[in-house]
């Protein structure tokens, strides 16, 4: 009996290393929360999931609503809380990350839809711009709050807003849209594997 309590106390300070917590999960060296919190409101995590091109693992990305949700429109037609949390997994250029997310909002946004909030995305794609290089690392967080609109944060420090729900449903697309930037990611931030 001595024996396995020796054997017990012995091997008890190895325990953290091997225990995982419930509340986050890893993503290629990256910790993603279960949980966030956006103001007052309480969010889950959504999905989470990786952006990939060719053999490289270009970023994480989290979405987190106030519930569950698994089909995209479902998450683009409700106007709840809702953030986006990027982690980047490689050093990227300001001019790189405008054009991604051009492509990205013209793939998955009709003409109306971004004549109608043209100089919010044009504001933003300047603020992109002028946040510089991205390094390894580096957090970039969407939060969206009803009545309010979109606030950027990089690195925990906010960078900039944007009024309206369109303007959010519409950067929101170039993960969700019809023509998402990976179907894969699309399918883990709804809650399946990617």
């Not at 980047?88 to 009709?110: F, M, R, T, Y």
């Not at 606030?151 to 906010?158: A, E």
């Amino acid at each position: 009996m001595r024996l396995i309590a020796r054997l017990c106390l012995s091997l008890f300070p190895l325990l953290p290393g091997l225990i995982t917590p419930a509340h986050a999960r890893d993503l290629d060296g990256v910790q993603v929360a279960d949980r966030a919190s956006q103001g007052s409101a309480s969010l889950v995590l959504n999905g989470a999931g990786l952006r990939s091109f060719l053999l490289f693992d270009i970023y994480v990305l989290a979405l987190y609503l106030p519930e569950p949700v698994h089909d995209a429109p479902s998450v683009l037609e409700r106007d709840t809380p809702r953030q986006v949390c990027i982690t980047l997994l490689h050093d990227v250029s300001a001019d790189h990350n405008v054009e991604l997310l051009k492509k990205g909002l013209d793939a998955n946004n009709s003409p109306q839809t971004l004549a109608a909030i043209q100089g919010q995305v044009g504001q933003f794609l300047d603020l992109i711009r002028h946040m510089g290089a991205f390094p390894k690392g580096s957090v970039i967080q969407l939060d969206y709050q009803p009545g309010t609109g979109t606030q950027v944060w990089l690195n925990h420090r906010l960078a900039g807003s944007f009024p309206g729900e369109a303007f959010n449903r519409a950067i929101l697309r170039i993960w969700l849209g019809d023509h998402p930037v990976q179907p894969s990611l699309k399918a883990a931030l709804l809650g399946g594997t990617g």
